[in-house]
T-cell receptor, first 110, second 120 residues
Framework: QSVLTQPPSVSAAPGEKVSISCSGS????????VSWYQQLPGTAPKLLIF???KRPSGISDRFSGSKSGTSATLAITGLQTGDEADYYC???????????FGGGTKLTVL | EVQLVQSGPEVKKPGESLKISCKAS????????IGWVRQMPGKGLEWMGI????????KYSPSFKGQVTISVDKSINTAYLQWSSLQTSDTATYFC?????????????WGQGTLVSISS
């Protein structure tokens, strides 16, 4: 059971938009920065979003992040088949003094 | 360019010891926290712990404290993850990852992963 809760899977058609939610608590999402990662099969995770909604250099603006209270959301617009991957949210938990990840969401582009 | 290059795959037997490595380059090693993340086969990411390269201050997840040891050798910009007695349940891919500026910011750069297989 992960500290951060994500839907196990989402799906959408090419060109559409999808949103992935990440639910936590005041000790993690509510009062710390949220990051989002993309993990393609057989590869290391890649940072997509940091500090709730900032994109690292080189990350497409099709990816965006937001946070409200104890929930965060990753949105992906203009879906491409190459976006098929597992997506993870993560945050520091101030009560536990550990980093925590969501359980991951598998994105299928139909 | 920030790079984290991990040591190669390992095949071990239960009860054996193991130390895997992560060599950092492209940034000032001693000003960042660096840590380890486990991914068991077909499963999600689990945060194990981090170490501040300058003074070796460490923070462990309760799930891993006492089971593994995280260390650094700042003379060669390398972080380590070690086990004294492996179990079959340690079979997983282990990623090293640099925390982004402070310990409470989650990783920004990742190593390529080290597959550890434990079998009798």
């Amino acid at each position: 059971q992960s500290v951060l809760t994500q839907p196990p899977s989402v799906s959408a058609a090419p060109g559409e938009k999808v949103s992935i939610s990440c639910s936590g608590s005041p000790s993690n999402v509510g009062n710390n920065f949220v990051s989002w990662y993309q993990q393609l099969p057989g590869t290391a995770p890649k940072l997509l979003i940091f500090d709730n909604g900032k994109r690292p250099s080189g990350i497409s603006d099709r990816f965006s992040g937001s946070k409200s209270g104890t929930s965060a959301t990753l949105a992906i617009t203009g879906l491409q088949t190459g976006d098929e991957a597992d997506y993870y949210c993560a945050a520091w938990d101030s009560s536990l003094s550990v980093g925590v990840f969501g359980g991951g969401t598998k994105l299928t582009v139909l | 360019e920030v790079q984290l290059v991990q040591s190669g795959p390992e095949v071990k037997k239960p009860g054996e010891s193991l130390k895997i490595s992560c060599k950092a380059s492209g940034y000032k090693f001693t000003t960042y926290w660096i840590g380890w993340v486990r991914q068991m086969p077909g499963k999600g990411l689990e945060w194990m712990g981090i170490i501040y390269a300058s003074d070796s201050d460490t923070k462990y997840s309760p799930s891993f404290k006492g089971q593994v040891t995280i260390s650094v050798d700042k003379s060669i910009n390398t972080a380590y993850l070690q086990w004294s007695s492996l179990q079959t349940s340690d079979t997983a891919t282990y990623f090293c990852a640099r925390h982004a500026g402070s310990y409470y910011r989650m990783p920004d750069f990742w190593g390529q992963g080290t597959l550890v297989s434990i079998s009798s």
